[in-house]
């Protein structure tokens, strides 16, 4: 079944405390990003990668890290979190071009104290 | 900086009644998407629409694209409780990763 797999689907943490959300496609597609979605904000483009080694910052990318050493993976690296990045994440990936169709995950809800 | 203007923010209506959400930019864009989510899922596509002046149809619902390709409108004829959710529009422009989302319209249908 074509998806993508965001893991964990929520996360409680403190202030400071590094964390990593996964984020896994079996589509082999191209582009990956990585949005939060905030209540009257919509979803803001965090980080996006058009493929392998090849990333760039989106419209929040400040807290924020990734990395694309493998097509299928795009993880979010928060290295010290702040409770102004707890939202709902999601992950989302598509194939090349310009009008392509993004799949998104399930989500994950991160709480930051 | 590129933005989607969405409208209106909130929408409750009764079933049987027709609804129509804008969706507007000062920046033309390559394409325009309308995705919906449900709570505890991703958003999910419903259309693209690529030309000026396009119109798609989807069962009840109607999408056009602006002739100058910086606005879209989702019209649904006979809004149904099952039509409830977050409704997204979503921009390309050039060749880019960026996939940029409007504020989203939160529609109600009430029985």
């Known amino acids: 079944e074509a998806q993508v797999t965001q893991n964990p689907r929520y996360l409680i943490t403190v202030t400071g405390k590094k964390l990593t959300v996964t984020c896994s496609q079996n589509?082999?597609?191209?582009?990956m990003s990585w949005y939060r979605q905030d209540p009257g904000l919509g979803l803001r483009q965090i980080y996006y990668?058009?493929?392998?080694?090849?990333?760039d910052k989106g419209d929040v990318p400040e807290g924020y890290k990734v990395s694309r050493k493998e097509k299928r993976n795009f993880p979010l690296i928060l290295e010290s979190p702040s409770p102004n990045q707890t939202s709902l994440y999601f992950c989302?990936?598509?194939?090349?071009?310009?009008?392509?169709?993004?799949?998104f995950g399930q989500g994950t809800r991160l709480t930051v104290v | 900086t590129q933005l989607l203007e969405q409208s209106p923010q909130f929408l409750s209506i009764q079933e049987g009644e027709n609804l129509t959400v804008y969706c507007n930019s000062s920046?033309?864009?390559?394409?325009l998407q309308w995705y919906r989510q449900e709570p505890g899922e991703g958003p999910v596509l419903l259309v693209t629409?690529?030309?000026?002046?396009e119109v798609k149809k989807l069962k009840r619902l109607t999408f056009q694209f602006g002739d100058a390709r910086k606005d879209s409108s989702l019209h649904i004829t006979a809004a149904q409780p099952g039509d409830t959710g977050l409704y997204l529009c979503?921009?390309?422009?050039?060749?880019?990763?960026?996939?940029?989302f409007g504020q989203g319209t939160t529609l109600q249908v009430k029985p």
């Open positions: 629409v690529v030309t000026g002046g």
């Open positions: 589509m082999n597609h191209e582009y």
């Open positions: 990668s058009m493929n392998v080694e090849v990333t």
């Open positions: 979503a921009g390309t422009s050039g060749n880019t990763g960026k996939l940029i």
């Open positions: 989302a990936s598509r194939t090349g071009g310009q009008n392509t169709e993004a799949f």
């Open positions: 920046s033309v864009f390559s394409s």
